[in-house]
């Protein structure tokens, strides 16, 4: 798995790239933040980005227990 990046840089914009990385790391710490509130047990976190010269692939793998509120 490549490397997770924590400044990712502005692909150039004509490429049509944008900072989608870092949109998506933005979306990941929303989600992150949102189970923790919920008070679920993360059991897989995975994050990565791995850039080439054609653009990038992300990784993104979240498995997440959230329970039932007892009645």
């Known amino acids: 798995m490549a490397k997770d990046h924590e400044n990712h840089e502005k692909e150039n914009p004509e490429k049509g790239f944008g900072d989608a990385a870092g949109d ?6 929303e989600l992150r933040e949102y189970l923790k509130r919920v008070h679920a047990d993360v059991e897989e976190w995975k994050f990565g980005v791995e850039e080439s010269k054609d653009g990038f692939r ?13 009645k």
């Not at 992300?58 to 007892?70: C, F, G, H, N, T």
Request: charged letters at 40%.
């Open 24 to 29: 998506l790391r933005k979306k990941g710490n």
């Open 58 to 70: 992300v990784e993104w793998r979240v498995v997440a227990l959230i329970r039932r509120s007892k």
